[in-house]
């Protein structure tokens, strides 16, 4: 019997990774885009209705906002990636009984270094309008620097 055909298989995505790469191109725009112009942007031969379907779940998410435009929507990212797993963790969250225990459980499994960023961001929460609440975004120093990749 002859070997089977060896076929190129398609990696599968993980989960939330087309809708990632979606907000990376809405990002991208210059301004509201439609679905078209985002399947031109996407990596990979995706079709028109897979794209359509996504910015919908996205939509559906609260992560991208639409404008209808004619007959068809352009869209635009109310949120980044960040806020997109933010989103994915709170629904986890709403769907469990036991918040207590999930928030707990969650916390400790935390590392050292992400559970005093996420006391540092809870203190910031108490006090977010606070005028002399120190603005430290754009220090490179400072361990909640979005740009500050060390440990992740």
Same mark, same amino acid.
């Given at each position: 019997?002859?070997?089977?055909?060896?076929?190129?298989? #398609?990696?599968?995505?993980?989960?939330?990774? #087309?809708?990632?790469?979606?907000?990376?191109?809405?990002?991208?725009?210059? &301004?509201? $885009?439609?679905?078209?112009?985002?399947?031109?942007?996407?990596?990979?031969?995706?079709?028109? /209705?897979? =794209?359509?379907?996504? #910015?919908?779940? #996205?939509?559906?998410?609260?992560?991208?906002?639409?404008?209808?435009?004619?007959? @068809?929507?352009?869209?635009?990212?109310?949120?980044?990636?960040?806020?997109?797993? $933010?989103?994915?963790?709170?629904?986890?969250?709403?769907?469990?009984? +036991?918040?207590?225990?999930? !928030?707990?459980?969650?916390?400790? $499994?935390?590392?050292?270094?992400?559970?005093?960023?996420?006391?540092?961001? !809870?203190?910031?929460?108490? =006090?977010?309008?606070? @005028? +002399?609440?120190?603005?430290?975004? &754009?220090?490179? +120093?400072?361990?909640?620097?979005?740009? +500050? /990749?060390?440990?992740?």
């Amino acid at each position: 019997m002859p070997a089977p055909a060896e076929s190129p298989r #398609l990696r599968r995505r993980g989960q939330g990774e #087309l809708e990632a790469q979606v907000l990376a191109v809405l990002h991208s725009a210059n &301004g509201p $885009a439609t679905a078209g112009w985002v399947q031109e942007h996407l990596e990979g031969d995706l079709a028109y /209705t897979t =794209v359509i379907t996504i #910015l919908s779940r #996205l939509y559906a998410k609260k992560a991208v906002t639409r404008s209808r435009e004619g007959r @068809s929507y352009t869209w635009t990212p109310a949120s980044d990636e960040a806020g997109l797993a $933010a989103l994915r963790m709170r629904r986890v969250l709403d769907g469990e009984r +036991d918040r207590d225990a999930v !928030l707990a459980r969650f916390i400790s $499994a935390l590392s050292p270094g992400d559970e005093e960023r996420l006391r540092v961001l !809870l203190a910031r929460a108490d =006090v977010p309008n606070r @005028s +002399d609440a120190p603005n430290r975004s &754009g220090d490179p +120093d400072d361990p909640l620097n979005p740009r +500050d /990749t060390e440990g992740l």
